[in-house]
């Protein structure tokens, strides 16, 4: 019986969902995420980034494009359902556990405190030299904006994870996106 109880305990423990990701579930019309890959500036080509906005009313900025015309970036607007989905993917691969928080805000006097530590010009500052890739998840919280920012390894996790984001989102014009920036990973492996 005991063991039983143990083995109960750590399947309901994998199940559990990460608060951030509760919180998260719970403000799905305002959820922007960002899928990056981060290379040095020499390499050129290929699509980098991904950018997943699930409001109507939001402007999406056109994609960067590279001098040949070929794009950049790119973003695609997603039902709620499609955004809960995506952000199971993140939750049950483990990486909300790695998120880093930070807040924006672009008032000049913000009421309350800041709903992060640090603000998200620290981590921009931050250089990367070498490939990496991370989600970067945003939600206006009151005066503030907190952003997720979520390392995913190189070598090891951004082809599961693009996969597996791929079959969450069927039907979804992310799926092609989603597949350009696999195509961006293997040409830069």
Sequence with gaps: MKKFLILLFSCSALLAKDPKRE????????VELTVLLNLPSSAQGGLRSMFFDTSPSRKIDPEDI???GTPFSGSAMITTDAMSRLLDVIDRDGFFARASAYYYTGK???T????????VSVYIAKTKNTPSAELELIFPDGDY??????PVSWADEVVPLLTHMRE???GSPARSLLLDLLKT???FK
Excluded: C, N, Q, V
Aim: no cysteine; aromatic share 18%.
């Design 108 to 110: 000049d006097h913000p």
């Design 23 to 30: 919180f998260l579930a719970r403000h799905l019309e305002s």
């Design 66 to 68: 590279w001098p040949d």
């Design 145 to 150: 904006y907190t952003y997720y920012f979520i």
């Design 185 to 187: 990973h293997r040409r």
């Design 112 to 119: 309350g405190p800041p709903p992060a530590k640090e603000d």
């Design 168 to 170: 969450a989102a069927p």
